[in-house]
């Protein structure tokens, strides 16, 4: 395919594969240097194809949300997963066996002492002994050991298990995402701190796997850390661009193509995306995204089918301009389609299907 991007139907998600390139090799390139394992969150693109490139790369294993997600990009190659979640369901057992038996490593999680019976039961169940990471809570209040004595009870039973090898301890520093430019390094600083109290709690040797976009240069480079996780530095959006600056405008590789379809008002355009494909997610001011074309346009409003744009020059646009957006949290927003379209020197040259796309099991 090397067709001009016009024939692209709206809305669409573009993919720009030279900046999505020069993301892949830059985490790569950067934990390489720290000699840090990188295993990249793949709940951002759901993509056998940007998968592939990340194990070209380098990537030592693959972070999942789910285990659908895993099952739908084994074709990718991918030989380790870490199933960054709380398996909760009995039910999986036979899926977690299957999901085992296409894998040379197979890393669950334990994310916390009332957890940890049925992580036991699951790999009871599925005649599994597998390798577990340990959460530890620094900061986000979600899944984790809240303090390092709970974390040093809770690493003897599962070193006591006959399922389960403890390997390390992990954490999503998720609250990192409100970090203003400025205070990321300090928030590496303290969160790597945190990490180490649990770490000399349960015994001082464990590697430390900590898990965010927003953080993951530099923590790479930190005593101890052994790999990071993260997801949204392969294609980018408003927080990591705008909110923590940790990447720029330049780098954002993944945009909403969308057609002005009104202009009800002089200070208002609707286009033909709406909260359907720019998800629910909004940025602390409250935009869905920002138009690459011209910046000062902004999506404020979202409902189901169409998008508001407001800001300065939104009176010059007309019914039938197509714009780009960078949408606020890019996550949710490939999860909401079907496929992508790569764009690469302006030409229009593949289509990628969204192979994990609502694995969500």
Request: hydrophobic share 45%; proline share 6%; charged share 20%.
């Amino acid at each position: 395919m090397n067709a001009n991007p016009d024939a692209i139907g709206t809305p669409a998600l573009l993919v720009d594969a030279t900046r999505l390139e020069g993301n892949l090799a830059r985490m790569q390139a950067g934990c390489d240097a720290a000699g840090t394992e990188l295993w990249p969150h793949v709940k951002t693109h759901k993509m056998i194809p940007v998968l592939r490139r990340q194990l070209e790369l380098g990537a030592g294993g693959a972070t999942c949300a789910k285990i659908g997600e895993a099952e739908a990009l084994l074709p990718a190659g991918v030989r380790r997963v870490f199933l960054a979640h709380s398996l909760g369901d009995l039910r999986n057992a036979d899926r977690l066996r299957s999901l085992a038996s296409s894998l040379d490593q197979l890393i669950l999680a334990v994310t916390s002492p009332a957890h940890f019976p049925i992580v036991e039961a699951l790999l009871v169940r599925a005649g599994l002994r597998v390798p577990v990471l340990m959460a530890v809570d620094t900061g986000l209040g979600r899944e984790g050991v809240r303090e390092p004595e709970a974390a040093a009870a809770l690493a003897e039973r599962i070193r006591g298990s006959d399922r389960m090898e403890l390997i390390g301890i992990y954490t999503h520093e998720g609250h990192a995402y409100g970090s203003a430019p400025g205070e990321v390094a300090e928030n590496v600083s303290v969160v790597h701190a945190r990490l180490q109290e649990f770490r000399d709690a349960i015994g001082g040797e464990l590697p430390m796997w900590p898990g965010c976009s927003v953080t993951a240069a530099l923590m790479a480079a930190q005593p101890g850390v052994h790999a990071v996780r993260p997801g949204t530095y392969v294609f980018g959006d408003l927080f990591l661009i705008e909110k923590t600056g940790v990447m720029s405008p330049g780098d954002a590789a993944l945009t909403v193509l969308a057609t002005v379809v009104d202009r009800p008002a002089p200070d208002l355009a609707l286009i033909d995306a709406g909260s359907k494909v720019f998800s629910g997610d909004k940025t602390a001011e409250k935009w869905s995204g920002r138009c690459m074309e011209f910046p000062s346009l902004l999506v404020t409003r979202v409902s189901e089918e169409h998008g508001f744009v407001t800001g300065d020059g939104v009176d010059q646009l007309r019914i039938g301009d197509r714009l780009r957006f960078v949408p606020a949290h890019v996550c949710p927003v490939v999860n909401l389609a079907e496929r992508v379209h790569v764009i690469e020197d302006g030409r229009w040259t593949d289509t990628w299907t969204v192979d994990a796309r609502g694995r969500s099991d």
